[in-house]
């Protein structure tokens, strides 16, 4: 049984550049989350895809959006990058709201470690 | 989702339980305790999780009070590889998969 598969696994960008970071989801998962997690720091919650629409969003500006495809993988989108995006990126994958009635827990990739330089 | 205190680091022998501590004094009914860990550079790893019994898998055990104020998260024989931040996390159980917010957790060292 595949688990949560992230790529690319590192990746260099230089300030005001584009980058599109990819999830395939824990199979027979269908919610797909995006954290960022910078030096020292525990995760940071960016926002959640179900049924290809954006569900939840945390704390982080208009710059980072992202898209779930039919089959459920996603891709992060971060645009104008700046310095401070500088970290590890992790997907985690969950049966969400299908599940109904009680959280279902995360299951997190290896993480994208993305440095703009 | 209700804040949860850790200490920042424990250290405990190899082949002896560790007991890692949280509080969570301000859980609410219908959330649940949530543990993960992270070892160095990995994504973090899913533990256990728990509402108001205690509970117990492969991996740890995890022990909740009475009042689920607390928790408290047992590795029964710690090995090297244990050695890691563990993250005790509080989530809304209404259904579907919250953001996760993740605080400073414990470093734990697994000392030979």
């Known amino acids: 049984d595949a688990g949560v598969t992230q790529s690319p696994t590192h990746l260099i960008k230089t300030r005001g550049q584009q980058v599109t970071l990819r999830c395939s989801p824990k199979?027979?998962?269908?919610?797909v989350s995006w954290y960022q997690q910078a030096l020292g720091q525990g995760p940071q919650f960016i926002f959640q895809?179900?049924?290809?629409?954006?569900?939840q969003r945390g704390n982080f500006p208009d710059r980072f959006s992202g898209h779930q495809f039919p089959n459920y993988s996603s891709e992060l989108n971060v645009n104008a990058l700046l310095l401070g995006d500088s970290a590890l990126y992790l997907c985690?994958?969950?049966?969400?709201?299908?599940?109904?009635?009680?959280?279902?827990?995360?299951?997190f990739g290896p993480g994208t470690r993305l440095l703009v330089l | 989702d209700a804040k949860t205190t850790q200490p920042t680091s424990m250290d405990c022998a190899e082949g002896r339980a560790a007991n890692l501590p949280c509080n969570h004094s301000?859980?609410?009914?219908?959330?649940?305790v949530y543990w993960y860990r992270q070892i160095h550079s990995q994504g973090p790893q899913y533990i256990i999780h728990?509402?108001?019994n205690n509970e117990t898998n492969e991996m740890a055990s995890l022990i909740i009070t009475e009042d689920r104020k607390s928790s408290t998260l047992i590795l029964p024989h710690a090995t090297l590889r244990d050695t890691a931040v563990y993250y005790c996390?509080?989530?809304?159980?209404?259904?579907?998969?919250?953001?996760?917010?993740f605080g400073k957790g414990t470093h734990l060292i697994i000392q030979p």
């Open positions: 301000t859980i609410s009914g219908n959330e649940y």
């Open positions: 728990g509402l108001k």
């Open positions: 996390i509080v989530l809304y159980s209404g259904g579907g998969a919250d953001g996760l917010t």
């Open positions: 199979s027979g998962h269908d919610t």
């Open positions: 985690a994958s969950s049966l969400g709201w299908l599940a109904g009635g009680f959280q279902e827990t995360q299951y």
């Open positions: 895809y179900y049924e290809e629409e954006e569900r």
